[in-house]
């Protein structure tokens, strides 16, 4: 497979490419100001793997994506997606604070102790699962987000839960019907006074518990509608949107970010950030400033 390269016109950049930053999950660290952008933004990527994948499009542009193992276990993907889902829980339940919905957020505990960890995900599903037909038979909502915690010093999974519903939610009720689906009789029921420390609270678990391997078990669980506002996002497709022609590169994407660097700070090329990747385009070149 040919190795792709930035264009010949770059040069070799200020700094020299070094494949060992990518295998560590370092982030490399280049001021905005000193590669030509003026903005003073500081650009930083962390990614976890060797290797990029480098797309082209007819304008001359390169987009530059990292390779991700995107393993809960890994350093880097663990904690970049706990933070992808705190900002979309974040979204959704101030979508449904909006319309007028009471959040709560609940602690449910199970009876038995469960050593193994993703036994113990399956488990708190199942319960969940009963606890909620139970609560709906009784014409409540129960609008949810949840992930599972294992206590340090008890054993016993509990699952960590936001609650969205109108109506007023009696503990004894909770209590009651957790219990009957085979959960434990304590729960902790409190009101949200902030969404967005409820949510980091929610993350907070996340992160605790994301490096247990857990093939094949959702880490967090959400009742059917709960990120309804997601549904009017995706857009139809432009048809004349630019075509990518994508390549593999083993630079990383603080690589490239060096191979350009010479280059964007002598004015004859501009970078930005895009995602978890950058953006470089020549001055001049189509498409360019």
Known sequence: ????????????GALSPS??????GRSSRLDGEAVGGGTGESLEFSQCGKGSLVGVDGWGNHRVVPLMCKRWECEVCGARRT???????????????????????????????IADAREAFLEATKVMQRFEKRMRRRGYEWRYVACLDVGTKTGRPHLHVIELGKRYLPQKLISAQWAASGGGAVVDVRKVFGVRGAVRDLAKYLMKGRFVRLDGVRRVRASRDFFKVEAGDHQPADDDDDVWVWRYSSASVSDWVAMWSGAVASGRAVMWRAGGGAVFRLVGEPGGS
């Open 83 to 113: 933070k992808e889902w705190e900002k979309r829980i974040a979204r959704a339940v101030n979508y449904w604070v909006e319309q007028g919905m009471r959040a709560r957020f609940l602690t449910l505990s199970l009876v038995r102790k």
């Open 1 to 12: 497979m040919t190795e792709v390269r930035p264009p010949a016109s770059v040069g070799k």
């Open 19 to 24: 494949l060992d930053s990518c295998s560590t």
